[in-house]
């Protein structure tokens, strides 16, 4: 499905959607078991870097697989940080039925031109379309943001302006915001506690009524992960993210429906894996080692769709029956070869 029944819920359901990125199949096995156990809707999302590393014909197949395994669960096929008009259209062909247009980087006259024409064609097929207003910290494959620390320190500069989103959705006709309220892409976010900056949350809640909003950056780099990893031989100094209290109240309180979880998932399989390697040095089965990586991202999906943090637990059912009010819309290129 698209996005739209499930942010339909989110907006101002106490909850959002865990957007989580799949480059393997491990990856794609574990968040979906994660989500099926919970009975939480999802987003799977793949980045350009994925479509590259796993190429789109596996990916896909991996992807058909969950589906088919867990018809019952809504599930979304997201572009993360798609760049190029090109690149959005090949998505929307390929099965996606959300997309990201990511024109943050651009300035702002060209964000619109490029947003504007890549919703374009993915609304004439069905697909929904989430934009980028602002400027986030942090550094995620080839997307380039701040320095982390000029970033927190400098929070008022970067931040989505309230007055400007409102003139962006207007223009671009996106249906959702990816927004900078402090959030940081990767697991060295910060040096100090993050805050969120709520304050524009809520503006930008009032110049935009209506328009699900998106946190990227959203890992909270758990610190006994970070001590799992420089156990078994790692070397993460100093890796910070965003504390989850801070994802729950966002989600609970304000008009974000989507979540991206990224690095907390790497971070899982990685401590898992380096444990294995350095507690059973003879191991060299890929099974024995991947396969508890898979349990560890269960684990912390698990963690993440719960009531602590996004609170979609259970609320598949409820996803499924907005969707059929819809009328179960599907994007037009779907099941298309
Ligand atoms: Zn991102």
């Not at 996606?96 to 990511?102: A, E, L, P, Q």
Request: proline letters at 5%; a neutral charge; aromatic letters at 8%.
């Amino acid at each position: 499905m698209t996005t739209k029944p499930m942010f339909d819920l989110a907006y101002d359901g106490g909850f959002a959607i865990g957007a989580f990125n799949v480059n393997n199949m491990e990856l794609c096995q574990g968040i979906i078991e994660a989500c099926a156990a919970e009975k939480s809707p999802l987003i799977l999302q793949i980045s350009k870097g994925a479509r590259k590393y796993a190429k789109m014909i596996y990916l896909k197949a991996i992807i058909d697989a969950a589906v088919a395994e867990y018809p019952w669960l809504p599930i979304a096929i997201h572009l993360d940080h798609g760049d190029t008009v090109e690149l959005v259209d090949q998505c929307c062909k390929d099965g996606f039925t959300s997309v990201m247009i990511d024109g943050s980087h651009h300035p702002y006259e060209e964000n619109i031109k490029v947003t504007a024409a890549a919703t374009k064609v993915a609304h004439a097929v069905g697909v929904t379309v989430e934009g980028e207003l602002g400027m986030l910290g942090g550094i995620e494959e080839d997307v380039v943001g701040v320095n982390p620390e000029e970033y927190q320190k400098n929070l008022h500069k970067f931040v989505t302006d309230p007055k400007q989103a409102a003139d962006f959705w207007e223009k671009t006709r996106v249906d959702s915001l990816a927004v900078a309220i402090g959030t940081s892409h990767g697991a060295f976010k910060f040096k100090h506690e993050a805050k969120l900056a709520f304050d524009t949350v809520e503006e930008i809640m009032k110049t935009c009524p209506g328009l699900p909003l998106v946190m990227h950056g959203s890992s909270s780099v758990p610190q006994e992960f970070i001590d799992l990893v420089n156990k078994y031989g790692g070397k993460m100094p100093n890796a910070k993210g965003v504390p989850e209290d801070q994802i729950h109240m966002a989600v609970t309180k304000y008009g974000v429906c989507k979540v991206n979880i990224d690095t907390d998932l790497r971070l899982a399989l990685t401590a898992k894996i380096r444990e294995v390697f350095a507690t059973k040095p003879a191991e060299f089965d890929p099974r024995n080692y991947l396969g508890p990586g898979r349990e560890a991202i269960v684990s912390m999906v698990r963690r993440k769709v719960g009531a602590g943090v996004l609170n979609s637990a259970g609320k598949a059912d409820a996803v499924i029956k907005q969707w059929e009010k819809l009328g179960k819309p599907m994007p037009a290129f779907y099941g298309k070869k």
